[in-house]
């Protein structure tokens, strides 16, 4: 009878290095290149990173939080607003709940808090576009999504269906100073709410569709009517959270890719350019964000290999060429979230072994 043999050690490690050799000889990029630092400082602030929340996907002059200069902070369940000029820290007075209270979605003159009870198994909403006010729904269902604030943030909505007629969907708009309401019905679709513009009187969703094979945005007015035909993001394969709407244009990212041998992909048709970036094989992509010109999109990418070891990285990518033109190395997993304040600003969370720090660069390229 021939006797089992336990790996050794020595083999093991043999295995481990042939495979790590291999994975880097026929996967993967160069990982590491040359950082660009030569960006001056702004300001600093100290224990403190970037709240990676939701926000609306327009950038109009007067909705964006990017053109007001602006961006959400955060110390564990703490929250704060930095505003620029100046680097002014403004934080955000908390409701009293009896469990932790997180930022849910922004705008530049509002937002939304929410807060999961275990007890009661309910989600207690607020909303604030200058006085915190708590907010009637929307119910605590599978069936219905998160509320957003509208551009001007004197409306909030959400995407609300009967538990007992899931293809009855509509989109529930309510007043924030008032007791105005919009409903908005909906086809039978899986399309979810991005973005509600009240002065233009539109909604924006986005939609797969499996049959056709694209993903993009749809925008469909108050009557229900789509407007023109989808805006698709061409050469990615985007979800709802990786598809950014810039006036006409987009950027948008692959949502899921696998990370050992596929780079992920990044693609934008803006203003001042149109083309697409991979990141290295074995890295994923923890954020992407787009100043309000459309002019630079940066991006956060951390270590997405179970058999290699990578640094963070964070970029800044001109439009117009696709060159980076800024680049920080920072420590593996530190998954840094990003922040445009201005066309002139950029702002990215840096690790220094657990501490955060949110670095504000002044462009200069």
């Given at each position: 009878m ?14 481990t ?8 000889l ?16 702004a ?11 939701r ?18 902070l ?19 007075a ?16 509002g ?11 309910l989600?207690?909403w607020?909303?604030g ?15 219905s ?24 969907r ?17 086809p ?5 709410l ?11 969703f986005?939609?797969?569709?499996a ?10 007015g ?8 989808p ?6 394969e985007p979800?709802?959270?990786?598809i ?9 990212w ?10 992920f ?16 094989a ?5 954020a ?5 010109t ?32 800024w ?22 969370t ?12 002044q462009?200069?390229d």
């Open positions: 021939l006797k089992r043999l336990k790996p050794s050690s020595f083999s093991r490690a043999v295995y290095a042939n495979l790590l050799a291999l994975s880097t026929f996967v993967f990029e160069s990982a590491v290149a040359g950082d660009h630092k030569d960006w001056r400082t300001c600093e602030v100290p224990n403190m990173e970037l709240a990676a929340v926000s609306g996907i327009r950038t109009p002059p007067d909705a964006s939080l990017a053109r007001a200069g602006q961006a959400w955060r110390r564990g369940n703490d929250y704060a607003l930095l505003t620029m000029p100046g680097c002014s820290i403004h934080k955000l908390m409701p009293d709940a009896g469990s932790p209270v997180s930022l849910r979605f922004v705008s530049a003159g937002y939304v808090l929410g807060s999961w009870d275990n007890k009661t198994r989600t207690s607020w909303a576009n200058g006085a915190l006010q708590s907010m009637r729904g929307p119910p605590d269902s599978i069936t999504g998160e509320p957003i604030l509208s551009t001007d943030s004197h409306w909030v909505a959400w995407i609300e269906a009967p538990a007992d007629d899931l293809r009855s509509h989109v529930v708009i309510r007043s924030l100073g008032d007791k105005r309401e919009h409903i908005v019905d909906l039978p679709s899986s399309w979810v991005l973005d509600a513009d009240m002065e233009r009187q539109e909604l924006t986005f939609e797969y569709n049959i056709q094979r694209y993903a993009g945005l749809v925008a469909v108050l009557d229900g009517v789509r407007r023109g035909p805006l698709i993001a061409e050469g990615v979800q709802d959270s990786t950014l709407r810039v006036g006409s244009g987009w950027v948008a692959d949502a899921t890719r696998d990370g050992a041998f596929e780079p992909r990044i693609a934008w048709s803006l203003s001042a350019g149109r083309g697409s970036q991979r990141t290295t074995g890295r994923s992509i923890t992407v964000t787009v100043n309000p459309g002019t630079y999109i940066a991006v956060s990418e951390t270590n997405g290999s179970r058999i290699h070891y990578f640094k963070d990285v964070v970029y800044v990518i001109r439009t117009s060429d696709g060159k980076k033109v680049q920080r190395s920072l420590p593996m997993f530190a998954r840094s979230s990003l922040a445009f304040l201005g066309d002139g600003l950029f702002a990215y840096e690790m220094s072994g657990s501490r955060p720090t949110v670095r504000v660069l462009i200069a």
